[in-house]
């Protein structure tokens, strides 16, 4: 038999039929059939650098452009306060502006009024804001709990018998004096 009209030894997976493909020189199988091969050749399945590139998700976008620009983010609370950041050798600074913070205005029909007073209120809520993203924000004071700070027990009242025990609880306990 001549190498010309040889097929491979290995048979298709799908129909079970002889596989029609030649063989690999000096081999009895075709590269879709000999493991060694395909390993070494890297044939068949996802190649390392190949395929497109995964697009980056909104959050990892959003992520990076903040971190590389956190003085964009940050002047306007610190202009608020009456402050402008300025890079320096040392690294960020801030530098009192002249006219101060955020001022009181008024505006009506595209004319915009401006105090000489400050906003106390803008000034407070940047300086909060500030200090919530460095700081987290605190803890609420609506924190129930029970008996020395555990958790609170609950009774199942769906029971009937839970229920019939309450009621004899209650109906047993000394009635309240009006004092």
């Known amino acids: 038999m001549t190498t010309a009209s040889r097929t491979c030894a290995g048979t298709s997976k799908k ?3 002889p596989c029609r493909a030649r063989p690999l020189r000096d081999g009895d199988y075709c590269i879709a059939h ?3 091969a395909r390993a070494s050749t890297g044939f068949g399945g996802p190649q390392p650098g190949s395929g497109r590139p995964r697009n ?3 959050s990892e ?4 452009l903040i971190e590389e620009n956190v003085l964009a983010l940050q002047r306007p609370y610190w202009r608020a ?4 950041v300025e890079i320096g050798p040392d690294g960020p600074r801030l530098v009192e502006l002249e006219q101060g913070g955020a001022k009181l205005h008024a505006s009506f029909e595209g004319w915009i009024g401006v105090s000489d007073h400050d906003d106390l209120a803008a000034q407070i809520q940047a300086a909060e804001k500030l200090q919530d993203r460095v700081y987290g924000r605190p803890k609420q004071a609506t924190e129930v709990s029970g008996p020395d700070g555990g958790p609170i027990n609950t009774v199942d009242v769906s029971d009937p018998e839970t229920r019939d025990l309450i009621g004899e609880l209650l109906r047993r306990r000394p009635a309240a004096r009006d004092e």
């Open 15 to 17: 129909t079970g039929k």
């Open 34 to 36: 000999d493991e060694d």
């Open 56 to 58: 980056p998700r909104p």
């Open 61 to 64: 976008v959003a992520r990076r």
């Open 81 to 84: 306060l009456g402050y402008d």
